[in-house]
C-alpha cells in the first residue's frame, strides 16, 4: 500500500484529496506556487514543497519540479488532480522513470484520448456512435468545406487536441466556412500547439451527459453511472448532477453499454469518463470525448453510490483489483453539484481577486463543501477561479435541489465576490426544478443576463445599519481619542439614558441611502425616507439574525471597520456605513460653532474632497469624507455658501482641530 503521496496540484482538489488520504492512512505532499504559500492546501497537507513562482507554467505545469518534490519527500506516488498536469503523458512518463506510482490513466489512454480525432477512431471500431461529422485526416479547406456541407450546416468546428469548452466555433453556412477554418486552425495552433480540426454536426437542443467508468490494471472495468452537466456556460459546466433527470431507461442502458464498450477497447485501467452528447427527446447518445483523470463534478457520484473515488483510484493505481463489481454498484438518492467561482456575474462574469476576509460555512442536512479557501486566503489572477464546490444529497432530486438552494442562501465568502446569487437563482428556477434542461438553459432562463434581485424596501441597508451599530456598541474605545467619547450623537446609546440620534450613510454600488438611528434598550428605531423601522440585531460570529418590524431575517456578516459585508441569499453585498458628525468640526475649529470654516474632529486621515472652490453647499450636505478609529465618518457641511478655499486634499493626514475648508456663508445664513 502506498503510505505517502504527493499532490500535483492547488486549491480544492488538493485540499479533497489530502481527505481521502487522512482516512486512508496515508501521509500527503502538497506542492505550492509563490503565490499559494499560506494557501489551504499548503495548510491542510502534512509536508509541502514550494516548486515555483506564481505563472502555472513554471509551478503547477513543471513535471520536473513535481518529480523533484517527490523524490525530495519520498511520496511513493503522486495524484494530479484535474487540469494542470493530468492530460499530459510528461507526468506519468517521469513517474514510470522514477519508480514513482502515477495515480491516474497509462500515458498511452491519456495520449489517445487528449485527440478528439484520435479518440473518434477509437470510438468507432469499438462500436460507439460518435456525432455525426468528420475526422478526416485531409484537413484541407476544400475536404472539409465539402465534409460539412454533407453533414448540413449549421456545424462546429473543434480543435482536436482542445478542451475546458475552448476552440469551438459554430459555423452556420457555407461561405462563412473558409474564414472560419482559418480563425480556427490559427487558434488551435496557439492555445493547443496542434492545428488539427475536426466538423461535428451542430445538435441544437444538446443535454450533456456522461458515465464515470473505473478500471483496475487486471482487466476490470465498471461504471458509476451518469451524470447530467447540461446547465453550461462558454461550453463550460456550471451545474452538475446525478443520476440525470427525465432520462428513458433505453438512453440510459446505450450510454453505459458506450461507456463500458470504449473503456474495455482501451483497457482503461483508473477512473475515467465518457462523455456524450445527447439531443434534447432523443434516446441516441453520441460519444465527444474522454477525460482520462478524476472530473470536477466527481463528487455527484460519490454521493449517490456511497463510493470514495479518490480512494479507489489510489488503489487501483498501487496495483489492486476493483474492490467492487458491477452488480454491487447501486445508486441511492439524488445529488446536485454548483461551482462557487470568484465572479460577477451581473458584470459579464467579471473574474474577481482579493482576501478572503471571512467564510460562513451553511448547515443543513445533506450538504457537502470542497474547498480550496478559508478566511485569509488570497485569490489571485494566476489561477481559474472556482473556489468551492457546493453539493447537496437528497433522497430524491426535489430535497437535494431545495437543499442546495438554502446552502446557498446561507453559504457566504467574504472580501472576494463569488457567482453564488447566478447559482441560486439556477437551482430555483422552475424549469431546473422540472429537470428541464439543455445547453441553452443559461440563455434562455437569463435572456439578458443575470441580475441580482434589487433591495426595493431597503430592508437590506438598513440591516447593515444595525449590524454596524451593533458591532460598534461593544467596542472599546482608546482612551487616548478622548475627544471622541465625547461626541455624544455619535454614541448609539446615550449615557443618560436618553435617546441618542445619530446619522448615518449607507452606500452600495454608488447608491446612498441616510439613515437616522436612535438607540435604546430594546433595539433601534431607524427611519428611512420618513417612516420609521424598529430593528434589533442578535449576532454570533459570522451569523445575524436582524429583526426589522417583527420579521427576523438571518444574514451573513462580515464588520470590517466602517465596511460591513452582508450576505442576502448567498450574495454577498458590502455596505459602507458612515455615521454624520454633525456641526462638531465646527466646534473644534477655530471658529464658533455653526461657524464657516471646517475642521477635522480628531486626529485621522481625509479620504475624499466632495467640493470644488467655488462651489455652492448647503447646510448638512456631505463635504469631506473622513477616517479615523478605522472609522469612515462624512463631514457636513456646517452652514449654507460658497466654498471660498480648501486646505487639505484626500490622502492626507490630518491632526485635531485642523482647518479643512472655509466656506462663505450665504446672504441669508
Ligand atoms: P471540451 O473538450 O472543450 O470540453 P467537448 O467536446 O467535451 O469539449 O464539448 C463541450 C461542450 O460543448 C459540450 O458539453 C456541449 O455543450 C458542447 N458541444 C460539443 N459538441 C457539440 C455539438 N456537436 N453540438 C452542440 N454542442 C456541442
Known amino acids: 500500500m502506498i503510505r505517502k503521496l504527493l499532490i500535483a496540484n492547488r486549491g480544492e482538489i488538493a485540499c479533497r484529496v489530502i481527505a481521502t488520504c487522512r482516512r486512508m492512512g496515508i501521509a500527503s ?30 509551478s503547477y505545469l513543471n513535471a520536473d519540479a513535481v518529480i523533484a518534490a517527490a523524490k525530495a519527500t519520498g511520496a511513493e506516488a503522486i495524484h494530479p488532480g484535474y487540469g494542470f498536469l493530468s492530460e499530459r503523458i510528461v507526468l506519468p512518463q517521469l513517474c514510470e522513470q522514477n519508480g514513482i506510482i502515477w495515480v491516474g490513466p497509462s500515458p498511452d489512454a491519456i495520449e489517445r484520448m487528449g485527440s478528439k480525432i484520435e479518440s473518434k477512431h477509437i470510438a468507432e471500431k469499438a462500436g460507439v456512435a460518435g456525432v455525426p461529422g468528420y475526422h478526416g485526416a485531409d484537413q484541407d479547406d476544400a475536404a472539409m468545406t465539402a465534409a460539412a456541407t454533407k453533414i448540413g450546416y449549421p456545424v462546429l468546428i473543434k480543435s482536436s487536441a482542445g478542451g475546458g ?29 496542434d492545428s488539427s480540426l475536426l466538423i461535428e454536426k451542430l445538435i441544437q437542443r444538446p443535454r450533456h451527459l456522461e458515465v464515470q467508468v473505473l478500471g483496475d490494471k487486471h482487466g476490470g472495468l465498471v461504471h458509476l453511472h451518469e451524470r447530467e452537466c447540461s446547465v453550461q456556460r462558454n461550453y463550460q459546466k456550471v451545474v452538475e448532477e446525478a443520476p440525470a433527470p427525465r432520462l428513458t431507461e433505453k438512453a ?11 473503456g ?17 427527446g432523443d434516446e441516441q447518445p453520441y460519444f465527444l470525448e474522454m477525460n482520462t483523470r478524476l472530473q470536477v463534478e466527481h463528487p455527484v457520484t460519490e454521493l449517490i453510490t456511497g463510493l470514495d473515488l479518490v480512494e479507489l483510484q489510489i488503489r487501483v493505481a498501487a496495483g489492486e483489483p476493483l474492490p467492487i463489481s458491477q452488480k454491487d454498484i447501486t445508486i441511492n438518492g439524488w445529488a446536485i453539484e454548483v461551482r462557487v467561482n470568484a465572479e460577477d456575474p451581473a458584470a459579464g462574469y467579471r473574474p474577481n481577486v482579493g482576501f478572503v476576509h471571512g467564510v460562513r460555512l451553511p448547515d443543513g442536512d445533506g450538504i457537502r463543501i470542497d474547498t480550496g479557501i478559508a ?11 472556482m473556489l468551492a464546490k457546493v453539493i447537496a444529497y437528497g433522497s430524491d432530486r426535489t430535497v437535494a435541489a431545495q437543499r442546495l438552494a438554502t446552502a446557498l442562501g446561507t453559504y457566504s465568502v467574504f472580501g472576494v465576490g463569488t457567482n453564488q446569487g447566478f447559482v441560486r437563482d439556477i437551482i430555483a428556477h422552475p424549469k431546473f426544478v422540472a429537470g428541464e434542461l439543455t445547453t441553452r438553459f443559461i440563455e434562455e432562463v437569463f435572456p439578458d443576463g443575470w441580475k441580482p434581485v434589487a433591495d426595493t424596501q431597503g430592508h437590506a441597508a438598513i440591516a447593515a445599519a444595525a449590524v454596524w451599530a451593533k458591532h460598534i456598541e461593544g467596542r472599546a474605545v482608546p482612551p487616548a481619542l478622548g475627544p471622541f467619547l465625547s461626541l455624544g450623537g455619535f454614541r448609539v446609546l446615550s449615557r443618560a439614558g436618553k435617546p441618542a440620534v445619530t446619522r448615518l450613510t449607507v452606500e452600495h454600488g454608488g447608491t446612498k441611502v441616510l439613515l437616522e438611528l436612535i438607540g435604546g434598550k430594546e433595539g433601534y428605531d431607524i427611519s428611512l425616507d420618513g417612516k420609521v423601522h424598529k430593528v434589533s440585531v442578535r449576532a454570533s460570529g459570522a451569523d445575524a439574525s436582524v429583526s426589522i418590524d417583527g420579521v427576523s431575517r438571518r444574514y451573513g456578516i462580515h464588520v470590517n471597520n466602517s465596511e460591513v459585508g452582508l450576505s442576502v441569499d448567498g450574495a454577498v453585498t458590502l455596505y459602507q456605513v458612515m455615521p454624520e458628525l454633525d456641526g462638531i468640526g465646527a466646534s473644534l475649529g477655530g471658529a464658533a460653532a455653526g461657524g464657516p470654516r471646517l475642521a477635522a474632529p480628531m486626529p485621522g486621515l481625509v479620504v475624499a474632497v466632495q467640493v470644488e472652490v467655488g462651489q455652492d453647499v448647503a447646510k448638512g450636505d456631505t463635504i469631506v469624507t473622513f477616517e479615523a478609529m478605522k472609522l ?3 463631514l457636513p457641511a456646517p452652514v449654507s455658501g460658497k466654498v471660498k478655499e480648501i486646505f487639505c486634499k484626500a490622502g492626507e493626514t490630518v491632526s485635531a482641530g485642523a482647518v479643512l475648508l472655509d466656506i462663505e456663508p450665504a446672504e441669508s445664513a
Open 264 to 280: 474495455n477497447a482501451m483497457k482503461y485501467d483508473s477512473a475515467g469518463t465518457v462523455e456524450f452528447i445527447l439531443e434534447e
Open 165 to 193: 469548452g475552448r476552440g469551438m466555433r459554430r459555423v452556420e453556412k457555407e461561405s462563412d466556412m473558409k474564414a472560419a477554418l482559418e480563425i480556427a486552425r490559427r487558434e488551435a495552433q496557439a492555445g493547443f500547439g
Open 252 to 262: 440510459r442502458e446505450r450510454l453505459f453499454a458506450a461507456a463500458l464498450k470504449l
Open 29 to 58: 505532499v502538497a506542492v505550492y506556487s509563490d503565490a499559494d504559500k499560506d494557501a489551504l492546501h499548503v495548510r491542510q497537507a502534512d509536508e509541502a514543497v514550494h516548486i515555483g513562482p506564481s505563472d502555472a507554467a513554471s
Open 375 to 385: 478566511a485569509g486566503s488570497e485569490v489571485t489572477p494566476h489561477y481559474d477561479s
Open 632 to 634: 469612515m465618518m462624512s
